[in-house]
């Protein structure tokens, strides 16, 4: 069955330097959709990519989805400690109206001050 | 003016009980979600009701009953609740053509 794998689990970074996670599906996504849940929170939609090879930019955050439409990555430049959280990515292989949802597994996020 | 809202925020019960979970959107979605998140923090969806109609039932146990009496409400009952059903809830709504799932601020179940 169709399945979205991300890495890493676990990232810990000294404030300042760079962070990336990466999604990579068995199968061609319809969209891909990325989010972030703080600790304790809930999570936060951040952003959808549909197009092949689409690239979007929100401030320091850089979202990328692979010419196949099957991979994805998030990368924060110059992390903060205001980025701590748990980034995850959920797959939507359409199909229908409401598509066939993967989830991935999350990476947490720990930015050392 | 909390777009989806769930009560309640914490749930403690003991083994054998029933409890219910209420979500309300007011965002005008036509679609709303249950989801489970484990202590792992891995999100599986469990229902989705779009306009008051079942069109997701994820493999979860028949002990949990999804309820939609309108479009803006999706109630979850829960009958014989089990320690392995400690988790936090989360609905969520949507409205196809993208703009991602906005979700409640969760329900920590407990069951002891």
């Known amino acids: 069955g169709q399945q979205v794998m991300q890495i890493p689990q676990y990232q810990h970074v000294q404030e300042g330097e760079d962070f990336t996670t990466y999604c990579n599906s068995s199968t061609t996504l319809s969209n891909i959709q990325w989010y972030k849940q703080r600790p304790g929170g809930h999570p936060v939609f951040l952003i959808q990519?549909?197009?092949?090879?689409e690239v979007k930019k929100q401030k320091r955050l850089t979202f990328q989805f692979g010419e196949a439409k099957k991979n994805s990555s998030l990368h924060i430049t110059a992390t903060q400690t205001t980025d701590v959280g748990t980034y995850f990515c959920i797959g939507d292989a359409g199909g229908t109206s409401y598509g066939k949802l993967t989830f991935g597994q999350g990476t947490i996020l720990t930015v050392h001050p | 003016d909390t777009a989806v809202s769930q009560t309640p925020k914490y749930l403690v019960t003991q083994m054998g009980n029933d409890k219910s979970i209420k979500c309300e959107q007011n965002l005008g979605h036509d679609t709303m979600y249950w989801y489970k998140q484990d202590s792992k923090k891995f999100l599986k969806i469990m229902f989705s009701?779009?306009?008051?109609?079942?069109?997701i039932n994820e493999t979860v146990p028949n002990r949990f009953s999804p309820k939609s009496p309108d479009k803006a409400h999706l109630n979850l009952h829960i009958n014989s609740l089990e320690l392995g059903d400690s988790a936090v809830y989360f609905c969520?709504?949507?409205?196809?053509?993208?703009?991602?799932?906005?979700f409640g601020s969760g329900t920590r179940l407990t069951v002891v």
């Open positions: 969520a709504s949507s409205q196809p053509g993208g703009g991602g799932y906005t």
């Open positions: 009701y779009n306009n008051k109609e079942l069109i």
């Open positions: 990519l549909v197009k092949s090879g």
